[in-house]
């Protein structure tokens, strides 16, 4: 059974056939060449479900895909859905040094990564390539979120993205000093991708545990 992993960013694809391991077992997770949607979503769920629809409807098979960011609660939940793209270069290092710069002399620096995990399936995989969005399909979200704070300053050479400054409730080191291990045990995206794998092995394998 194959399914489309819908993003071209190779850390997330990296990162997510590490997490989904075992649970992928009797699913082939597939790369995705076709184009990026407009994601105009206004929540992540609403943009994760515009991704694993674009993958499913170009493909004709079931679509894997998640919308993530990070949320500072000092700055209403900036950038939220706009964190890949929040410096405009899309680039991982010009955004963690614009959020640095706007939290500069903020003593509140709660915030919390957040990630929907969205799976759709094409019905009787009608959805062949360069069908109408309209076709019939089974949609599904799930969304986590992984609290913590922003640092004052980088720190780690793991992970992507906000990694480096990101520090979890309860822990004395950014996401990107943990190993694999310790960040697929407590990450946002672990928890999104964890929770929708019974759906995923359900529909596909007919697997009810």
């Known amino acids: 059974m194959h399914v ?19 649970a992928l077992d ?25 991704k694993a629809r674009a993958a499913a409807i170009h493909s004709g098979l079931p679509a894997l895909a998640d919308d993530s960011g990070i949320c500072v609660d000092a700055l209403g939940g900036a950038p939220g859905i706009h964190s890949a793209r929040y410096a405009g270069t899309r680039n991982d290092s010009d955004n963690v040094e614009l959020l640095l710069t706007n939290l500069e002399g903020v003593d509140d620096r709660a915030a919390q990564f957040a990630c929907a995990a969205a799976f759709v399936v ?20 799930e969304l986590a979120l992984w609290p913590g704070r922003v640092a004052t300053e980088r720190s780690g050479a793991h992970g992507f993205g906000y990694d480096p400054i990101f520090w979890p409730d309860g822990g004395s080191i950014t996401s990107a000093e943990m190993t694999s291990e310790q960040k697929d045990a407590l990450s946002h995206r672990a928890q999104a991708f964890t929770a929708i794998m019974p759906i995923v092995r359900a529909r596909l394998l007919g697997d009810t545990k």
């Open 4 to 22: 489309v992993l819908a993003t071209h960013n190779a850390h997330k694809v990296l990162e997510l056939r590490r997490i989904l391991g075992p």
């Open 26 to 50: 009797g699913i082939e997770l597939v790369a995705y060449d076709g184009p990026e949607p407009v994601e105009d979503g206004d929540t992540f769920e609403a943009n994760a479900l515009i």
């Open 122 to 141: 094409p019905v009787d995989g009608a959805a062949a390539a360069g069908a109408d969005s309209n076709v019939e399909r089974h949609e599904f979200v």
